[in-house]
């Protein structure tokens, strides 16, 4: 028994009642009120409930349904929540029709190169600014971000374009800072599974973008997704980055059929990365193509202005003629899947 159904007539009583049930079985229960329905998730060993006991909270009047549920993440799970989860981010959704995109440099630079940056992408469309402050560099000798300066830097540019800004956090003692200066928090592919990290975002009001660990399975990525949410934080954006395999002509393999894949497995919004997947300018066009045409609901690309000059992902980033000409090739695509640009 993992998940109870509420009849759309439960009343706040009703839901106690059934709260107050699965406590006493030494459970706890994730309530979350839909529009239509209430729907309460059993967390902990429910492998202990028996048949009989399972029958008995069915017998409950406000119950609908209980179902049990052999995956081990549950909240992020489509059997929890079938319909599909849109965040809100102003005026903005990520996981409805419009497919939206997510540009800007691998790193915050200097204000000079990020204001262009940042003008030349929201031009092109974008719906979002990108940008990191805190680097999660291979080498500790690389460029590291530039910190707090930074997120000051991306806080500007969010007021003078008017898009929302996505940054990375990479240390739980940096949430207060994050918090304060972005819109959507990023937790890189290298902190997938930085577990204290996901049980901090998982506490704060901001939607959080959960990258692909580098070599993480689709049922570890839920789990890590499942971290999230367990602490309350509904609004979890699964982004595909690429996962190590044998090859190395590419910088990573994009995997693509994890994004159909996770259409049917979960309820969460997903979002593909063809600049990291790849890991080569000329090929980011073409996947992001794909990336669309397989269901994506937004797209991150990272953009330069001078790539050759970048501090870091240079040899990823698209120069902004490109990252419009993107935009343009996108828009048939999402049209011929339903959705829109
Ligand atoms: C990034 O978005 O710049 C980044 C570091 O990505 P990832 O964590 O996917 O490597
Ligand atoms: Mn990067």
């Given at each position: 028994m993992d998940i109870i159904v509420l009849k759309p007539e439960a009343t706040e009583d009703d839901i106690r009642h059934v709260v107050k049930k699965l406590e006493g079985k030494g459970l706890k229960a994730h309530v979350s009120k839909g529009t239509e329905r209430t729907i309460i998730g059993v967390i902990g060993d429910t492998s202990r409930i028996s048949e009989d006991e399972e029958n008995a909270i069915r017998a409950i009047e406000s119950v609908e349904s209980v179902t049990r549920i052999i995956?081990?993440?549950?909240?992020?799970?489509r059997e929890f929540k079938k319909e599909q989860t849109v965040i809100k981010v102003k005026d903005r959704e990520i996981g409805g029709k419009k497919v939206v995109v997510i540009a800007g440099p691998c790193a915050v630079e200097n204000k000079t190169i990020l204001m262009s940056i940042a003008e030349k992408v929201k031009e092109a469309g974008a719906s979002f600014l990108r940008g990191g402050a805190f680097k999660p560099r291979t080498s500790p000798y690389s460029f590291q971000g530039l910190g707090v300066e930074g997120l000051k830097i991306l806080a500007e540019a969010r007021q003078i374009t008017g898009l929302p800004v996505v940054t990375e956090i990479?240390?739980?003692?940096?949430m207060e800072l994050v918090l304060e200066y972005s819109d959507i928090i990023q937790i890189g592919a290298r902190n997938m599974q930085n577990f204290r990290l996901l049980l901090e975002v998982g506490q704060c009001d901001k939607p959080v973008l959960l990258k692909r660990g580098l070599s993480a399975t689709i049922k570890e990525w839920l789990m890590a997704a499942e971290y999230i949410l367990s602490k309350g934080n509904e609004n979890v954006i699964l982004c595909e980055r690429g996962i190590r395999t044998f090859e190395t002509a590419t910088r990573n393999t994009l995997d693509l059929s994890a994004v159909p894949l996770l259409k049917e497995l979960t309820h969460l919004p997903v979002v593909v990365d063809p600049s990291h997947g790849v890991g080569k300018w000329n090929l980011v066009i073409p996947m992001a193509r794909a990336a669309v045409a397989a269901g994506a609901d937004g797209l991150l690309i990272e953009v330069h202005t001078n790539p050759e000059e970048a501090l870091s992902d240079g040899e990823q980033s698209l120069k902004p003629s490109l990252f419009k000409d993107l935009m343009e090739q996108i828009k048939p695509i999402a049209e011929a899947v339903g959705r829109e640009v």
């Open positions: 995956k081990p993440y549950k909240l992020a799970s990479m240390d739980p003692r940096d």
